[in-house]
């Protein structure tokens, strides 16, 4: 398909990314996704609040977001974009699997009341198979980062 002819989605909110993708509460780690450029590039955002599930044992006295499920809110929201760059097709996906995890490193701690916002470019991608450079930041501060890949799979 031409670069003119792909569809460029504009933003998805969270009843959008619960239909594209399988995960629920308290594993949805993106709320909304703007500036989508097809399955190129966008930002996923995620409000962290103190009444979050990791914040009752990591740490309850000086709360921080894990870094680990900074890489999972990245990778959410790069699957939900290539999803939904691929519902057109005869045969959509059915779901999408995370892969592989490199060059991760974590920046600042993530506490109740900051907002990320997930930076995700695509660096390639191959038949049913994405990679992305994901940057994860609070209010411009970069925070944590990684190389993400997913599979998205067709079931007969």
Same mark, same amino acid.
């Given at each position: 398909?031409s670069? =003119?002819?792909? &569809?460029?989605?504009?933003?998805? +909110?969270?009843?959008?990314i619960l239909?594209?993708?399988p ?7 993106? +709320?909304? /996704?703007?500036? /989508?450029? *097809? ?8 409000n962290?609040?103190?009444?979050? !599930?990791? @914040?009752? *044992?990591?740490?309850p006295? =000086?709360?921080?977001? &894990? ?7 990245? =990778? ?24 592989? /995890? +490199?060059?991760?490193? @974590?920046?600042?701690?993530? /506490?109740?009341? +900051? ?7 695509k ?5 049913n198979?994405?990679?992305?450079? *994901?940057? !994860? ?6 925070? =944590?980062? !990684?190389?993400?890949? !997913?599979?998205?799979?067709?079931? &007969?």
């Amino acid at each position: 398909m031409s670069e =003119a002819l792909k &569809p460029k989605l504009e933003a998805v +909110d969270i009843n959008r990314i619960l239909e594209l993708l399988p995960h629920r509460y308290p594993f949805l780690l993106v +709320d909304r /996704i703007v500036e /989508i450029d *097809g399955d190129n590039s966008c930002i996923g955002i995620k409000n962290i609040t103190y009444n979050e !599930a990791p @914040f009752t *044992g990591h740490f309850p006295q =000086a709360p921080v977001f &894990p870094g680990v499920l900074l890489i999972e809110g990245m =990778a959410q929201t790069a699957g939900a974009i290539c999803i939904a760059s691929k519902l057109a097709e005869s045969k959509p996906p059915s779901r999408v699997f995370f892969m592989t /995890i +490199d060059k991760a490193k @974590f920046r600042k701690p993530v /506490i109740p009341g +900051d907002t990320v916002r997930y930076h995700m470019r695509k660096l390639s991608s191959r038949r049913n198979m994405w990679w992305y450079k *994901g940057e !994860a930041r609070v209010d411009g501060t970069l925070v =944590a980062e !990684a190389e993400v890949g !997913a599979m998205l799979v067709v079931e &007969p």
